[in-house]
């Protein structure tokens, strides 16, 4: 490489061509290269910074409230977490051209022959060479943020199912007592479980979409249940 001082004007000119040549560069994407020895903000807790807008990432994380439709504290920390690794898996691309553009003004700075539109491959060869090791830590962050995004979305697939296996079972249970208070004519004052386990929209939703059969065949096991309740009554007696 030539080792030939540039002048100012020389050197301004070689910076300006090689943003032409590796795409254009911002302060943000500098500092996020340049300053903490390449911390990318891939590892740590913090998620949103200065030069982020912190309205879309607001949206981003609702965006992903909307999908999952979280309930209780542990469904919605997996949520937010979750969002959280998608944020930073989406800065990567970011990260790795600021760390292509700005070594290659570094090396443009060193050997202004790269400039030259025919030293484009040798150019990127060169700044790959020389970035070789932050380029290969970002991708391993990228490797490890996506692999725990998958084991937390797993998760919370998973609470989200037992979840509602348990609600499901909760407003069977409350239909089959008011499908029977209605075949006996008595007047429930309260459907066990609204409320508490469920909210009463919840219910209407649930007794909108059973079947005739379905409601058949839980009415027969309310009326089953409540004749083998009273045999055993009877047999404790």
């Known amino acids: 490489m030539s080792e030939q001082v540039l002048s100012d ?6 910076r300006e061509n090689a943003q032409k040549s590796r795409g254009p560069v911002t302060d ?7 300053l903490n020895a ?3 903000g891939l590892t740590g807790v913090t998620v949103v910074f200065p030069g982020d807008d912190f309205a879309f990432y607001a949206e981003h994380v609702r965006s992903y409230e909307t999908q999952f439709e979280p309930v209780g504290p542990e469904e919605s920390a997996l949520v937010q977490s979750i969002a959280d690794i998608r944020w930073r898996l989406n800065r990567v691309p970011s990260l790795e051209q600021a760390i292509l553009t700005t070594g290659a003004i570094d090396a443009i700075a060193e050997n202004q022959s790269l400039s030259e539109p025919e030293a484009h491959m040798v150019l990127e060869l060169v700044v790959r060479r020389a970035h070789e090791k932050e380029l290969r830590n970002l991708h391993l962050h ?3 943020l996506a692999r725990r995004r998958e084991r937390e979305v ?3 697939n998973r609470l989200q199912e037992a979840r509602k296996a348990r609600e499901e079972e909760k407003l069977a249970e409350a ?4 499908l029977f208070a209605q075949h006996t004519k008595q007047k429930l004052t309260a459907i066990p479980g609204v409320g508490f386990d469920f909210s009463t929209t919840r219910y209407a939703k649930f007794m909108s979409r059973l079947t005739p059969v379905q409601k058949e065949k839980l009415l027969n096991q309310a009326i089953a249940d409540a004749a083998n309740q009273s045999q055993t009554q009877q047999a404790t007696a």
């Open 175 to 178: 239909a089959q007592a008011d």
């Open 38 to 40: 390449y911390k990318t």
């Open 9 to 14: 004007a020389k050197l301004a000119a070689n």
């Open 142 to 144: 990228e490797n490890r």
């Open 28 to 34: 943000a994407g500098k500092a996020a290269v340049r």
């Open 154 to 156: 797993a998760e919370l």
